[in-house]
Nanobody, 115 residues
């Protein structure tokens, strides 16, 4: 069982920045695909950004050029740097670890972009 703990969410004005962190338990973090997802009430959870065990990244079109995912295997942590935030980025952000056939989710952290 892998436990994931997200932090770094909060209220920010449009155009501002936040950095989300997701700390994972266990000793095999370096093997996992790590992803950041977000969910708005009444909508499906969507992938925002992902990073493979080898460091390859992918992003949703809506966040390309604004968000950056990174991982620090020695810290068992994945980050999501979010810049130029927009009101439509408001959501609960979840961290996911995946190592087929298993996947684990964090509890989520709220990000609100509002003036």
């Amino acid at each position: 069982q892998v436990q994931l703990v997200e932090s770094g969410g909060g209220l920010v004005q449009p155009g501002g920045s936040l950095r989300l962190s997701c700390a994972a338990s266990g000793t095999f973090f370096r093997l996992y695909f790590m992803g950041w997802y977000r969910q708005i009430p009444g909508k499906q959870r969507e992938l925002v950004a992902g990073i493979s065990s080898g460091g390859s990244t992918n992003y949703a079109d809506s966040v390309k050029g604004r968000f950056t995912i990174s991982r620090h295997n020695t810290e068992n942590t994945v980050y999501l740097q979010m810049n130029s935030l927009k009101p439509e980025d408001t959501a609960v952000y979840f961290c996911k670890a995946e190592h087929a056939p298993n996947q684990w989710w964090g509890q989520g952290t709220q990000v609100t972009v509002s003036s």
